[in-house]
């Protein structure tokens, strides 16, 4: 089982990035996916995450702004953000949520059973 997140770089305040979150080993349509990040300094912080049957959260400071989706057939999830601010600064990390866990509007980190390695994301003028 393996997740790779990518599609980090360097992007001005108001700009945008797609991240892309590859995965192998397993059937992307089985299982939930979270997406989360951790800022210098901070701790790693759930921000969105979607269900096989759809469904998706993302926590307040990202709502409006982030869309989280998945191309079953591609195995990749995805992460839209727009209108990025500096205080998005962060390495951007995929993961797993067990077989037939559901992921909730709280986006929790503990229960992961898989990490992608991160992609940075500098919002940055």
């Known amino acids: 089982v393996q997740l790779q997140a990518s599609g980090g770089g360097l992007v001005q305040p108001g700009g945008s990035l797609r991240l892309s979150c590859a995965v192998s080993?397993?059937?992307?349509?089985?299982?939930?996916i979270g997406w989360f990040r951790q800022a210098p300094g901070k701790e790693r912080e759930g921000i969105s995450c979607?269900?096989?049957?759809?469904?998706?959260y993302y926590v307040d400071s990202v709502k409006g702004r982030f869309t989280i989706s998945r191309d079953n057939a591609k195995n990749t999830e995805y992460l839209q953000m727009n209108s990025l601010k500096a205080e998005d600064t962060a390495v951007y990390y995929c993961?797993?949520?067990?077989?037939?866990?559901?992921?909730?509007?709280?986006?929790?980190?503990?229960?992961?059973?898989?990490w992608g390695k991160g992609t940075l994301v500098t919002v940055s003028s």
């Open positions: 993961a797993r949520y067990p077989f037939r866990a559901r992921c909730s509007p709280s986006v929790r980190r503990d229960g992961m059973d898989y």
């Open positions: 080993g397993f059937s992307l349509g089985l299982y939930a």
């Open positions: 979607d269900n096989s049957d759809g469904s998706t």
